[in-house]
């Protein structure tokens, strides 16, 4: 294992200076701490909590949980959207979403909301839609293929009849109450014993003698457990190499959304259409509240940091959805972005890192992770705990290994300042070709 780091007072991809108070002697002792309150975390935390296996303490940098990610995601929970493994987990979270326990914590109402989702393709995009369609038919078994641009424009009258040639519908895709979801998991932490710090970012990391965890906090504290579980969302690979750990190669990448106002002539279509997405996941737009949400489905790479829309990603994604639909896209009412962290394939990393069992990954969902967060929870907890994958997961294909961070076989032990750089230079190579564009 690499050596601790030593404080630094610089967070990686700021120039900011991190004034830290004079380290605290006093030391809070748990059996479990998670680092970061986003989904991952604090779903995370509430299974931990709720096994009744050790006290559990959670770690937030941000004075706002899921400021960076969970707080500005449009979710959906679709059973044919990310790779294999991402369909099984979340087919495997959807029994407790609807669960008694959890939207009781979240306030009583229902997370899902009905919706549905129509995939659509051009013609270039026939043999991609063919794939997808036969991939997700193997979990999901209600799968409506349209044939051809009409049946696409009935199943969404926005859709112009010469832009999509075929689709499919995913009827049971749902809207998601993110809000309700991410407090239900934070409420449930804490009605099962666990402590939440808000504005505790982490500094630095050390090992005791008994190869216990000891994490330093801006504010001074110190907090001690034997499992850490790093659930730090972009800045998950920042706080592997405070503890020595080797990075994964999180790469941060900035999804911008927007909402717009809908044209008169369209209200009545607004009000019962179902979600769009482009089957080359070119752009998406879905109702919301009386309006529309829409992306433009970008994933350009930047340093962690509080990620803000650029104009060029706002204009490309009205330009897609009125092509689309022939909209006059007038008003852009809010306009937003939020991070989404990978690995190279894509797939999540959870689980213990190879090198270092007691230093628990939640780390790389990338846009998946509210969708999947209560059988994600699942695993994590499982994981933390030496256990195996819960058998009802396990019939869904989810494996230990698919999801394991020796699975990265490229690792390498880097320094903080190399991160940056690599980082950097996927800026650069990104940044061009988007000019070539």
């Known amino acids: 294992m ?85 369909r099984a987990i979340t087919t495997g979270s959807k029994a407790e979403f609807q669960s008694e326990e959890l939207v009781r914590l979240g306030g009583g109402v229902p997370f899902l909301k009905d919706l549905g989702l129509l995939w659509i393709a051009r013609p270039d995009q026939l043999a991609q839609l063919h794939e997808l369609f036969k991939a997700t038919g193997k979990l999901v078994n209600n799968l ?49 014993g666990g402590e939440v710090h808000n504005g505790a970012e982490v500094v630095q990391i050390e090992r005791t003698s008994t190869k216990n965890w000891v994490v330093h906090t801006a504010k001074g504290e110190k907090f001690e457990a034997p499992v850490l579980v790093n659930a730090a969302g972009a800045w998950a690979d920042q706080i592997a190499l405070l503890a020595g750990i080797r990075p994964i190669g999180l790469l941060p990448k900035r999804r911008t959304c927007i909402n717009f106002e809908c044209p008169a002539q369209h209200l009545s279509a607004l009000h019962s259409m179902p979600m769009v997405f482009d089957v080359g996941e070119e752009f998406y737009f879905k109702p919301d509240a009386g309006r529309f949400l829409a992306s433009p489905a970008d994933e350009t790479p930047m340093l962690p940091t509080d990620a803000q829309p650029d104009e060029f990603d706002v204009a490309f994604c009205v330009d897609r959805v009125q092509q689309a639909t022939g909209m006059n896209i007038r008003t852009i009412t809010n306009k937003w972005a939020g991070l989404r962290s990978f690995v190279p394939d894509k797939d999540f990393v959870l689980g213990p890192d190879d090198r270092e069992a007691s230093f628990v990954w939640a780390a790389g969902q990338g846009g998946f992770g509210i969708q999947t967060a209560p059988a994600a929870g699942r695993l994590v907890k499982a994981f933390a705990c030496g256990e195996e994958v819960p058998q009802d997961l396990a ?36 940044a061009s070709k988007h000019a070539e564009m």
């Not at 290994?401 to 690792?411: F, H, I």
Request: net charge neutral.
């Open 144 to 192: 409506q293929y349209l044939q051809n641009a009409k049946q696409v424009h009935e199943a969404c009258s926005l859709v112009k009849t010469d832009y999509a040639t075929a689709g499919f519908l995913e009827p049971d895709a749902r809207d998601m109450d993110v809000n309700a979801i991410h407090s239900a998991f934070l409420r449930g932490t804490k009605l099962h």
């Open 2 to 86: 690499l050596r601790a780091a030593k404080l630094s007072t610089r967070t990686l991809g700021s120039s900011k200076p991190v004034f830290v108070r004079a380290l605290s002697t006093q030391v809070v002792k748990s059996d479990f701490v998670v680092i970061g309150s986003g989904i991952a975390g604090s779903s995370a935390a509430f299974n931990l909590a709720k096994s009744g296996k050790g006290r559990v303490t959670v770690l937030e940098r941000e004075e706002q949980h899921g400021y960076h990610s969970t707080g500005r995601s449009a979710a959906l929970y679709a059973e044919t959207y990310g790779s294999e493994v991402v």
């Open 395 to 430: 019939d869904l294909g989810v494996t230990k290994q698919a999801l394991s961070p020796s699975r990265l076989l490229d690792r390498q032990a880097v320094s903080s300042e190399e991160v940056e750089v690599m980082v950097e230079k996927l800026m650069e190579e990104f």
